[in-house]
């Protein structure tokens, strides 16, 4: 049981590169989510998913697409990276249940936009 | 304005004491608020959960506290081991729209032996 897992762990684009960052989770869990981390702030939520088909638009959603084509995977797509995109980049995922439900993080994603 | 404030942004605890972190928030309508820890490079992992009846939930050496009414928590580390030194984490979620939570900032906790 691998958990919540992230590629690549660190990269580095050019302004105007597009790129995917993976997530993946084995726990069969329905809710999945993407955050931003910047120094000095809280977890940003950029775009979610409550199902396999199913997405919606976070605090933070411009300049990102996602798509939820199966209940395993989660990509997130920077359609023209920006050097504001910096970042740390999190995936997480939980049951969808109950509202109590523990979320489960990826190790993240160093983004870097030149 | 981050709905969820937390004090001390940072602080240095000598290995074996014990320590205090705050948590304030003006998000509503209430669900739970959760405490996580985050090691330097890594996600966060959840400590506790607590809904609005909860006032104090612990895991191992954390306690976490919840005062619903003046929209406070706390979370205490008892007898800090070199391992405590993290990054702690408040997070509270509605009740309006699922899985949306208000992350605050975080309270950096160095311990020294």
């Known amino acids: 049981n691998a958990g919540v897992t992230q590629t690549p762990k660190f990269q580095v684009l050019k302004t105007g590169q597009s790129m995917t960052l993976q997530c993946a989770q084995d726990m069969n869990h329905e809710y999945m989510s993407w955050y931003r981390q910047d120094p000095g702030m809280g977890l940003r939520l950029i775009h979610y998913s409550v199902g396999a088909g199913i997405t919606d638009q976070g605090e933070v959603p411009n300049g990102y697409n996602v798509s939820r084509s199966t209940t395993e995977d989660f990509p997130l797509r920077l359609l023209s990276a920006a050097p504001s995109q910096t970042s740390v980049y999190f995936c997480?995922?939980?049951?969808?249940?109950?509202?109590?439900?523990?979320?489960?993080f990826g190790p993240g994603t160093r983004l870097l936009v030149l | 304005k981050n709905q969820v404030e937390q004090s001390p942004q940072s602080l240095i605890i000598l290995e074996g004491k014990n320590c205090t972190l705050q948590c304030n928030y003006t998000v509503s309508p209430f669900s739970n608020l959760r405490w996580y820890k985050q090691d330097t490079g890594r996600g966060p992992v959840s400590l506790t959960i607590?809904?609005?009846?909860?006032n104090t939930k612990s895991n191992g050496r954390y306690t976490a506290t919840l005062d619903a009414d003046t929209k406070q928590s706390s979370l205490h580390i008892t007898a800090s081991q070199l391992s405590d030194s993290a990054s702690y984490i408040c997070?509270?979620?509605?009740?309006?729209?699922?899985?949306?939570?208000?992350f605050g900032a975080g309270t950096q906790v160095v311990v020294t032996p």
């Open positions: 997480a995922s939980s049951y969808r249940r109950e509202r109590q439900e523990t979320q489960y």
């Open positions: 607590m809904t609005f009846s909860e």
């Open positions: 997070v509270v979620m509605t009740t309006d729209s699922w899985g949306k939570f208000q």
